[in-house]
């Protein structure tokens, strides 16, 4: 028998014979140490041993989730504070799911797979049960591993309520909303609450980034962002929009009674079978407080570099400037444009015991083991160069600097790297090239950046044709001038279309577009002899520079994305 979460890490025995923390160290996860503090943790907080480990930094999620893999065969999950997805709970009635002790947890429909947590996931009777009660044979059963007591509360508190965003909005519609109820964090039986987890599941499962709660004089406009483009979602009624903001706030841990200043807040959540924080701001506004959630998804945030779909030269170039040791790599490209993301990436994958990596983010995104972060609070007076300031004395070997913002803040970056430290860094410019000048504007002198600099990249995300429904088409005049196609070549492009895959938007997911220059002696020459504008342009073009246009160029040949979705965010007018 398939034994639940909580008795795993208590008297789990594998083929090997070793308790779970003793497999934990025969693999080399975690040390004796590192084992003992969790342990003693664990008397004192009657917690699960897997879930302090991961806690505390000493295992990673996919570490965890695999040594439980090995022991019992499947994954384990947390059932505490998961938001459920009313399709799933719609393929099993509640009686069923009550006497077979099961869970939905999240419907996937591309993949027609139904995921469902149960304490043992090897009963084949119920496994057998479960599929002659689902409708839809063709779907594919995953299971997670659950405690029993954890499977009949969430049933228990989900079960038998109206989850759906339209079927709550007509129970709205229908009763009268008490806003005093919100203020009780259990009372999941009021509309309202299951209104807000339905909107930030469907968000979730649409891959969002973010979504906007707008208030106008008659009605709430609710839209998300999607590959880097607002989609108006739905209109609600104004009268919906008082009880559904003070829930906003409270799970947010905002002051509920302040409406008239800007706050911020954050949430913490189980979404679609994983771990999801938003980052929630107000703002007012003439017809009341505007909210904005950024949904921040780990498991897509922090991304392999090998996984970022870079082109094979870029991903080269960035391979070559991560093995320097000593000096700056700037990252820039406007708000939205990956930068945070490919940041993490390198970061993720330099990693390493041996290795001190600091950071200073405003704010921190996404948490990762081994990895100092440390949030900016220029209330305090923790600015970015007072925070690079007391980095340099934590013994660091790597260093990322959010944003370089003003002088001081870029002569202690510019510093840091010349002491010896590798330092990453973003900052606002349109283009590689704009970079230096920049730098140079903002006070920084050419001296200090000759042979410091290790290399520029700069990027910006175009969405990708949905593969479903792109139709090809004979280029025109103008288009073929600006791929460099002659007349005589018979080069197809490819344009969007709309389908249900890509929610009739003709686009699913995005790609980067990086131009990338790394320094070397001959660059650094001319940057100290002060050569700027076309000349130096031309000497990195001479070493093989390739622009963004260009490599967007590529992508718009190779059929990733559209000539009409690459001239929506890069330049293409100096090709014509």
């Known amino acids: 028998m398939t034994l639940s979460v909580a008795q795993q890490e208590d008297s789990i025995k594998p083929q090997s014979g070793l308790r779970f923390g003793d497999l934990l160290i025969s693999k080399g996860l975690i040390t004796e140490d590192e ?46 504070q998961i938001i459920p997805d009313p399709q799933a709970m719609a393929m099993i009635q509640e009686p069923f799911a009550r006497a077979n002790k099961i869970m939905p947890v999240v419907y996937e429909p591309e993949t027609k797979v139904l995921k469902i947590a149960l304490p043992n996931p090897e009963d084949i009777i119920v496994l057998d049960r479960l599929r002659r009660h689902i409708v839809n044979k063709d779907i594919v059963i995953t299971c997670y591993v659950s405690s029993e007591r954890e499977v009949l509360e969430t049933i228990d508190h989900y079960y038998g309520y109206e989850l759906s965003i339209e079927g709550v909005l007509k129970e709205l519609e229908t009763g009268e909303v008490n806003i005093q109820l919100l203020t009780q964090t259990d009372e999941y039986a009021h509309p309202v609450v299951r209104l807000t987890d339905s909107l930030l599941t469907d968000a979730v499962k649409q891959n969002a980034s973010d979504i906007h709660f707008e208030p106008e004089e008659f009605y709430i406009r609710l839209r998300y962002r999607i590959d880097g483009v607002l989609k108006q979602i739905r209109l609600l009624h104004r009268s919906f929009w008082s009880a559904l903001l003070v829930r906003l706030k409270i799970i947010a841990h905002m002051n509920i009674s302040e409406t008239r ?13 994983r771990r999801i924080d938003f980052r929630a701001s107000s703002q007012p506004t003439l017809h009341g407080e505007n909210i904005v959630l950024r949904i921040l998804d780990r498991e897509k945030g922090i991304v392999p570099l090998d996984k970022l779909g870079l082109q094979a030269e870029v991903f080269q170039e960035i391979q070559y400037m991560m093995a320097k040791p000593i000096g700056i790599f700037l990252v820039t490209g406007p708000t939205g444009s990956g930068k945070t993301t490919t940041l993490y990436s390198i970061l993720n994958q330099l990693n390493d015991v041996g290795i001190n990596i600091m950071t200073l983010e405003d704010p921190v995104e996404y948490p990762m083991a081994m990895i100092r972060q440390t949030n900016v609070n220029d209330e305090i007076g923790l600015s970015f160069s007072t925070g690079i300031r007391s980095l340099m004395r934590q013994d660091p070997d790597v260093i990322l600097v959010g944003e370089i ?14 002491t010896g430290h590798q330092v990453y860094a973003t900052l606002h410019a349109n283009s590689v090239f704009g970079a230096i000048p920049r730098l140079l504007d903002i006070g920084i002198d050419k001296s200090a950046l000759a042979g410091n600099i290790i290399g520029i990249l700069a990027q910006r995300l175009v969405r990708k044709l949905c593969v479903h429904c792109r139709t090809s088409y004979v280029p025109t005049e103008l288009e073929r001038l600006l791929m460099g196609i002659s007349e005589e070549d018979s080069t197809q492009l490819y344009a969007a279309k709309g389908c249900p895959h890509c929610h ?17 002696a001959e660059l650094d020459d001319l940057l100290m002899k002060g050569v700027s504008g076309l000349a130096f342009v031309e000497a990195a073009k001479a070493k093989g520079f390739k622009s963004m246009a260009i490599m967007g160029l590529k992508l718009v040949a190779d059929g990733v994305t559209s000539l009409e979705e690459l001239a929506r965010v890069i330049d293409l007018t100096e090709f014509v």
């Open 261 to 273: 200043l800007p706050q911020d807040g954050h949430i913490s959540l189980t979404v679609a079978g």
């Open 405 to 418: 913002r003003d002088e001081d803040t870029a002569k202690m970056a510019v510093r840091a790297a010349m």
């Open 504 to 520: 009739h938007t003709g686009y699913k997911g995005r790609v980067s577009v990086v131009e990338v220059l790394r320094f070397d």
């Open 35 to 80: 084992l003992y503090i969790a342990v003693v943790e664990q008397r004192k907080t009657g917690k699960k041993l897997g879930e302090i480990l991961e806690y505390m930094g000493f295992l990673t999620q996919e570490q965890l989730r695999d040594a439980v893999g090995e022991s019992v065969g499947f994954q384990s999950i947390s059932l505490a």
